[in-house]
């Protein structure tokens, strides 16, 4: 009985420990504002504006970022230039293994795993696959970047056709996985989704799991305004991704997890209806 409430009570302090400290980060952000504005000399109603935001993270189209690549020390060659080999960066840079690699815990240290350890596209779906749509939904319910979800719906094409090798579609990205690697994905590999086929039972568990992943990330805040600022590639990704739901839902609707409703409600949440491909 002792244990049990010494268990409790840790559990208990633990949980005050993490409220305490995300307390002290709001009100460093919240002082940090206040800084600011005055700094700035700003009106009252500048001045509440900033400090009631000032714990939430800024959205940027990512084509209005400019991008400077910085390779680090080791990736060049004695005489001073980048090596065109990438045989060193493959060597120091561990993709993510979902048996040895924990799954990330925040927001942040997904990203970085998912721009550091995942490569390719096959890497990438591993990292989705491991983290679960519910795990997904949690780490980013406060905000998405517009880059990562234009990234997640492209990492998520070749589910919806791997063997077309369209451009802009990383195609065929399951298909190179090692067999005991993709053995361990809770999805099959997707088989071609043509006009008039009829699905197969690993498309079907494909569209589940696309459906699944986009639903989650979709309750993220400001969910809307993250859609229009996705690039053009993502754009015609969440085209692709929606036939292919929609095609699931019409030739399986008895042994797909979701409704026509559900899929209709998602289709909106992406904003496919005003995408002009």
Same mark, same amino acid.
């Given at each position: ?187 099959? %590999? ?56 929609? %095609? ?30």
């Amino acid at each position: 009985m002792t244990s049990a409430a010494a268990g409790l009570g840790s559990s208990k302090a633990s949980k005050e420990l993490q409220s305490a400290l995300q307390d002290d980060i709001e009100r460093q952000a919240v002082d940090a504002a206040k800084k600011r504005a005055v700094g700035q000399h700003v009106d009252y109603d500048t001045f509440k504006n900033m400090v009631a935001v000032a714990h939430l993270r800024p959205l940027q189209d990512p084509s209005l970022t400019q991008t400077v690549s910085h390779a680090p020390a080791w990736r060049f060659a004695p005489n001073g230039l980048l090596a065109k080999s990438a045989d060193s960066l493959t060597l120091r840079i561990a993709t993510f293994d979902p048996q040895k690699s924990p799954v990330p815990s925040t927001s942040d240290e997904f990203i970085r795993v998912w721009n550091r350890q995942c490569p390719t596209s096959a890497d990438k779906l591993r990292l989705l696959s491991s983290c679960g749509p519910d795990h997904m939904s949690k780490l980013f319910r406060a905000a998405l970047p517009a880059d990562l979800l234009s990234s997640i719906l492209i990492a998520l094409c070749p589910l919806h056709n791997p063997a077309s090798g369209s451009p802009g579609e990383p195609a065929g990205a399951l298909s190179n996985m090692p067999k005991q690697e993709s053995a361990d994905m809770p999805f099959a %590999q997707a088989e071609g989704v043509m006009p008039g086929s009829v699905l197969s039972a690993e498309s079907c568990s494909n569209a589940d799991f696309i459906f699944d992943m986009l639903h989650g990330l979709s309750g993220a805040g400001r969910f809307a305004l993250t859609v229009r600022l996705i690039n053009q590639s993502a754009r015609k990704a969440a085209i692709k991704l929606s036939c292919t739901l929609q %095609q699931a839902q019409n030739v399986h609707s008895g042994t797909i997890s979701y409704s026509a409703d559900q899929l209709h409600q998602l289709q909106r949440d992406l904003d496919v209806y005003n995408i002009n491909s």
